[in-house]
T-cell receptor, first 115, second 114 residues
Framework: GESVGLHLPTLSVQEGDNSIINCAYS??????FIWYKQESGKGPQFIID?????DKRQGQRVTVLLNKTVKHLSLQIAATQPGDSAVYFC??????????????FGPGTRLSVLP | KAGVTQTPRYLIKTRGQQVTLSCSPI?????VSWYQQTPGQGLQFLFE???????NKGNFPGRFSGRQFSNSRSEMNVSTLELGDSALYLC?????????????FGEGSRLTVL
């Protein structure tokens, strides 16, 4: 399988502060991206998605920014809460020209919310 | 609506054995994808099935195989298990299987190979 890195970056933020999680993606032709949250012992849970024809998309307390020039995604979480503590993954669909799913996931970032 | 269900949740096998994992997608979902998750390699795509046909495949050896039934339930099989196959195997379903569909993940099957 593809290598997606050996080390899990960690971000620690104070409760109530904003969090920014970054992700570099690999394929300039990828046209669809998703952010997932994975809590311990659970499967990844969808947070927000964005298509390549957009630069920004907002959800409830979350915003995703897409910079296609440098192949960079970011996830912003407003007013971070203890329940936001988890590992966050970005995923890109690397086969946009054919049907189906072939998502490549980033290595993940562990978010720790400090009281 | 029930979520994606994977069985078994935990299992232990020894090298050389084979294992079959099962996934029941969300009702109405026709696409089922399988992913392997390990601390070292992260989440890696194994394959995707849609309408009983394998539509996409990741870079895994032929020991890893799968199938999908007419009711969209899917199984994956790993033969001749190796220590490195120890991982969390995640199944995900989506409604139409198009390239911009949200994936709904199950809780995974944690395989330990001794």
């Amino acid at each position: 399988g593809e290598s997606v890195g050996l080390h899990l970056p960690t971000l620690s933020v104070q409760e109530g502060d904003n969090s920014i999680i970054n992700c570099a993606y690999s394929n300039s032709a990828s046209d669809y991206f998703i952010w997932y949250k994975q809590e311990s012992g659970k499967g990844p849970q969808f947070i927000i998605d964005i298509r390549s024809n957009m630069d920004k998309r907002q959800g409830q307390r979350v915003t995703v920014l897409l910079n296609k020039t440098v192949k960079h995604l970011s996830l912003q979480i407003a007013a971070t809460q203890p329940g936001d503590s988890a590992v966050y993954f970005c995923a890109e669909n690397i086969t946009p020209t054919i049907d189906g799913q072939n998502f490549v996931f980033g290595p993940g970032t562990r978010l720790s919310v400090l009281p | 609506k029930a979520g994606v269900t994977q069985t078994p949740r935990y299992l232990i096998k020894t090298r050389g054995q084979q294992v079959t994992l099962s996934c029941s997608p969300i009702s109405g979902h026709r696409s089922v994808s399988w992913y392997q998750q390990t601390p070292g390699q992260g989440l890696q795509f194994l394959f995707e099935y849609f309408s009983e046909t394998q539509r996409n495949k990741g870079n895994f050896p032929g020991r890893f195989s799968g199938r999908q039934f007419s009711n969209s339930r899917s199984e994956m099989n790993v033969s001749t298990l190796e220590l490195g196959d120890s991982a969390l195997y995640l199944c995900a379903s989506s409604q139409e299987g198009v390239s911009t569909g949200e994936l709904f993940f199950g809780e995974g099957s944690r395989l330990t190979v001794l």
